[in-house]
């Protein structure tokens, strides 16, 4: 079973850019759709973006658009995030999730991944 293990999380200031890092193990990605997901806290954990298998196609939740990237690299089997223009309303703990699949289908409910990795913080400061 493939396991998940996110990095890159840390204290940031406001309009400042991070990369999230989601890297695999035990088991190749290349059969995977990915996506990250994050919870703020006191709230609900909320999708913010997704990677079909092939990497073709990308959805992005409406706070996340135009200033987040998602991307993977299969070779590396690491899935990226990255933040742009960082505002204090992302910090959270960051989440990437996996689940098999092929071709361009991805998924944005938290119901469609099996596996999950332990979070990275992000923390923006005004």
């Known amino acids: 079973q493939v396991r998940l293990v996110e990095s890159g999380g840390r204290v940031v200031q406001a309009g400042d850019s991070l990369r999230l890092s989601c890297a695999a193990s035990?088991?190749?990605?290349?059969?995977?759709?990915m996506g990250w997901f994050r919870q703020a806290p006191g709230k609900e954990r909320e999708f913010v973006a997704a990677?079909?298998?092939?990497?073709?196609?990308?959805d992005y939740a409406e706070s996340a658009e135009g200033r987040f990237t998602i991307s993977r690299d299969n070779a590396k089997i690491t899935v990226y995030l990255q933040l742009n223009s960082l505002r204090p309303e992302d910090t959270a703990v960051y989440y990437c999730?996996?689940?098999?699949?092929?071709?361009?289908?991805?998924?944005?409910?938290?119901?469609?991944?099996?596996?999950w990795g332990q979070g990275t913080q992000v923390i923006v400061s005004s």
């Open positions: 999730a996996a689940r098999r699949s092929t071709g361009t289908t991805f998924y944005t409910s938290q119901s469609d991944y099996t596996t």
């Open positions: 035990g088991r190749t990605l290349n059969w995977h759709a």
């Open positions: 990677i079909s298998q092939s990497g073709g196609k990308t």
